[in-house]
């Protein structure tokens, strides 16, 4: 494996959310490393998997029991990326998982799936008559 090979999600991510850093990639001495927080926990639902900053971490910690943080360092030039850290944060009180809220991502999805499911017979003949001018 190279140790220049982040994803292009990640590199993109760090490019858009990542937080510049005073130090340089280890590896091509030219680029600042971005870092980036992810969340991880059954607690955080759908939210989980997200990127945060500092101030949107010190929020969750009151509104979460648990939930894990990593912290990647990313170089945009050559793609060098390292896990520095991971910790736990949260109040230590359960709570169950937020519901789910719909999202644009979930619109798109159903709208997929609509567009794959064969036509009923039914559907077939109020096409046929639209087709002809006369539904």
């Given at each position: 494996?190279?140790?220049?090979?982040?994803?292009?999600?990640?590199?993109?991510?760090?490019?858009?959310?990542?937080?510049?850093?005073?130090?340089?990639?280890?590896?091509?001495?030219?680029?600042?490393?971005?870092?980036?927080?992810?969340?991880?926990?059954?607690?955080?639902?759908?939210?989980?998997?997200?990127?945060?900053?500092?101030?949107?971490?010190?929020?969750?910690?009151?509104?979460?029991?648990?939930?894990?943080?990593?912290?990647?360092?990313?170089?945009?030039?050559?793609?060098?990326?390292?896990?520095?850290?991971?910790?736990?944060l949260?109040?230590?009180?359960?709570?169950?998982?937020?519901r789910?809220?719909?999202?644009?991502?979930?619109?798109?999805?159903?709208?997929?799936?609509?567009?794959?499911?064969?036509?009923?017979?039914?559907?077939?003949?109020?096409?046929?008559?639209?087709?002809?001018?006369?539904?």
């Open positions: 494996m190279d140790a220049c090979d982040a994803d292009p999600y990640l590199r993109r991510a760090a490019k858009h959310h990542g937080n510049l850093t005073t130090r340089s990639c280890p590896v091509c001495k030219k680029e600042a490393l971005r870092e980036l927080r992810y969340t991880f926990g059954d607690q955080l639902g759908q939210y989980s998997g997200r990127i945060k900053n500092e101030a949107e971490l010190e929020e969750m910690q009151s509104e979460y029991g648990e939930f894990r943080v990593y912290t990647v360092e990313i170089c945009l030039g050559c793609g060098w990326n390292h896990l520095i850290y991971s910790y736990l949260g109040d230590g009180k359960t709570r169950k998982a937020p789910k809220v719909r999202t644009l991502e979930d619109e798109d999805f159903m709208e997929e799936e609509a567009a794959r499911k064969p036509l009923k017979a039914w559907h077939l003949h109020e096409q046929e008559l639209r087709d002809q001018g006369r539904f």
